[in-house]
């Protein structure tokens, strides 16, 4: 079947700008996560969506940046006035439930300028 | 606070040499322990999870608790097997989440 799905692949913006980052996890997976993959921090969580439950948000780096997952389903990660710093690829991936294997997206590239 | 060390960022071998990839972990808890690979321009994908105790591609790994590592191995590295190796942990009570380590790239030459 299909797997995690993310668009943008690649996205460019100007330092300020707020961008919005999807994702589509595995049909029937009730998981979702974010992750960020940079020079300087490697890959780190950034959120997690589990159900109907309230989000885990505590690798969130800064009020700047907030996620949403409608219907169970598809994701959005938003970043409000992004900052050069926010560059790095960002992953997305999801799993059956929590603690089951968790299948990554191809990501998206932010580059901020 | 929950930690995962991958103590070498490069790792040459040659081709049919063994491999060994480590991973070390802080954890005050059981942690479940993992391993995944990223082929060049391919997505993260699992490799191996501990609890499984499979082989995959050849490669294994031993949960240590008392020296808290959890290496890769292989005895007969191939060309294939070049790629960049992340090992993570979910801590039990920390919402599934993955915590990794820096990774480490693993060249194997002819």
């Known amino acids: 079947g299909a797997g995690v799905s993310q668009s943008p692949s690649n996205k460019v913006t100007e330092k300020g700008k707020d961008v919005e980052l999807r994702c589509d996890p595995i049909?029937?997976?009730?998981?979702l996560y974010w992750y960020r993959q940079s020079l300087g921090q490697g890959l780190e969580f950034l959120i997690y969506?589990?159900?109907?439950?309230?989000?885990?948000k505590s690798g969130l780096p800064s009020d700047r940046f907030s996620a949403e997952r409608t219907g169970g389903s598809v994701s959005t990660l938003t970043i409000q006035r992004t900052q050069q710093e926010d560059s790095a690829v960002y992953l997305c991936?999801?799993?059956?439930?929590?603690?089951?294997?968790?299948?990554f997206g191809p990501g998206t590239r932010l580059l901020v300028l | 606070a929950q930690r995962v060390t991958q103590p070498e960022k490069l790792l040459s071998v040659f081709k049919g040499a063994p491999v060994e990839l480590k991973c070390n972990y802080s954890?005050?808890?059981?942690?479940?322990l993992f391993w995944y690979v990223q082929y060049s321009r391919q997505r993260l994908q699992l490799l191996l999870r501990?609890?499984s105790r499979e082989s995959i591609k050849g490669f294994t790994a031993d949960l240590n608790k008392g020296e808290t590592s959890f290496h890769l191995k292989k005895p007969f590295a191939q060309e294939e097997d070049s790629a960049m190796y992340y090992c993570?942990?979910?801590?039990?009570?920390?919402?599934?989440?993955?915590?990794f380590g820096t990774g480490t790239r693993l060249q194997v030459t002819l």
């Open positions: 993570a942990l979910i801590g039990t009570g920390t919402a599934s989440k993955l915590t």
């Open positions: 049909s029937g997976h009730t998981a």
């Open positions: 969506f589990q159900g109907n439950s309230a989000p885990d």
């Open positions: 501990h609890i």
């Open positions: 954890y005050s808890g059981s942690p479940e």
């Open positions: 991936a999801s799993s059956l439930a929590g603690f089951e294997t968790q299948y």
